[in-house]
């Protein structure tokens, strides 16, 4: 489980006194770096092979388009836990090919320092005027490597016996034969806690690299959260991402490449280009927002004055719609809570106005998928805002550390 996406816009900076003047139109007008650092264990490929699929689907999306246009796309793939490779996809005879940037060996990728350094390397061989990047690799929303118990145990079906998430059973469909069970980006090999990295890390690492991203995309579990969304404010001007578990297949790039594919990206469409895919896949499950972080401190500062008037009655707490599959859950939906927190008609009608201006755009099917433990779950979906958060939630993990992060400090 890891969470990263990068993307980047950055300000074209001409140059000082007495050089020469740099002319921008020969600049490269976008660079996207799609980012899939190791999601197994030292013995397990976790995402490796789907990771794969779906940079096969991005370059055929490429070739379908006839290009890249105005467009550089960079990728890093670990392709096992001690080897990545940074390479440039190219567009040339109606085919894609691949130039290789440099390796790597061991994953210091974890750190801000082997971070930053990857973000450079990107920035020098692709300068851009804008920035943007997609991260592939499983997800645990806002919390930190730190919080979790055996990182993250209680969450593999082989270990949590027979349990299952609070949630409405429903026939399952399979995708296949050999295969019982749908996977999902949080199901799989997340046993180990070394290649995981906090989104602080992430966070502290774009800012180094000197990069504004204008999107981050987390194709990743759990990551449309006020707390992801709030510590990334800086960094990117989106966060496009699902606020539940994302089935292993990902995002549906061939349907949503075009839209993201440029620098003045068409949130709406892209985020009805994964609705209608999944609305029609054979596991028909899936949640994602595209939310301005441009907005968060305006929403924490709305936020912070409801946490100074109101407390949540604890008879509501099981009311709250949830979205994800924890026995404990740890991801409720941020709109449900707030409108049964407030009682404040007139701080209420502020928060919505607010939380419209947010959230961009969002879609959701009518259940989500979770596949936490021995048995998957369907969990009907009765509200959707497009972000989670874990203020109220009682799970170990968010007890441990919900209070340390930016967005709590800047609303309580």
């Not at 699929?53 to 105005?70: F, Q, R």
């Not at 749908?182 to 180094?208: K, M, V």
């Not at 292993?248 to 469409?269: E, I, Q, V």
Request: aromatic share 12%; with cysteine; charged share 15%.
């Amino acid at each position: 489980m890891k969470r990263f996406l990068f993307g980047a816009i950055m300000l074209f900076t001409l140059c000082g006194c007495g050089e020469e003047a740099i002319d921008i139109t020969t600049v490269n007008q976008q660079t996207l770096f799609i980012y899939m650092p190791w999601s197994g264990s030292e013995d397990e490929v976790g995402l490796y092979e789907v990771l794969k699929e779906n940079l096969d689907s991005i370059e055929s999306a490429i070739v379908t388009n006839g290009g890249l246009g105005k467009t550089r796309v960079v990728v890093f793939l670990s392709e096992s836990a001690t080897s990545s490779t940074l390479y440039e996809i190219c567009y040339e005879n109606n085919a894609c090919t691949h130039q290789k940037i440099r390796t790597y060996e061991g994953h210091n990728y974890t750190t801000v320092e082997g971070l930053t350094s990857i973000l450079n390397e990107v920035k020098n061989k692709a300068y851009a005027l804008n920035y943007a990047l997609i991260v592939g690799c499983h997800g645990t929303g806002w919390t930190p490597v730190e919080a979790w118990e055996n990182y993250p145990y209680s969450a593999k079906p082989a270990l949590a016996g027979t349990n299952s998430p609070k949630g409405t059973t429903l026939q399952v469909k399979q995708n296949d034969p050999s295969s019982p069970y749908p996977r999902t980006r949080f199901y799989g090999s997340i046993t180990s806690s070394d290649y995981a990295a906090n989104i602080s890390t992430l966070t502290e690492a774009i800012s180094q690299a000197g990069l504004h991203m204008q999107f981050i995309l987390f194709d990743d579990c759990y990551m449309a959260n006020v707390e992801t969304a709030y510590e990334l404010r800086n960094v990117t001007n989106f966060l496009i991402a699902s606020t539940s578990e994302v089935i292993d297949l990902g995002m549906p790039y061939a349907d949503m490449w075009s839209y993201l594919n440029t620098a003045t990206p068409k949130y709406s469409s892209a985020i009805n280009a994964f609705y209608n895919f999944y609305k029609d896949y054979s596991t028909p499950c899936g949640t994602i927002a595209a939310i301005d972080c441009r907005q968060m401190d305006n929403l924490a500062a709305v936020m912070k004055q409801i946490n100074s008037e109101c407390t949540l009655a604890d008879s509501l707490l099981e009311s709250i719609q949830l979205l994800d599959g924890f026995n404990v859950p740890l991801f409720y939906d941020f709109g449900d809570y707030v409108e049964k927190l407030c009682t404040n008609p007139y701080i209420y009608e502020t928060f919505t106005a607010q939380l419209a201006k947010t959230v961009n755009s969002k879609a959701a099917t009518e259940y989500i998928y979770s596949h936490l433990y021995v048995v998957p779950q369907y969990i009907p979906i009765e509200t959707f805002s497009g972000l989670t958060i874990s203020d109220p939630s009682e799970n170990p993990v968010a007890l441990r550390s919900k209070t340390s992060t930016s967005w709590w400090k800047a609303t309580h």
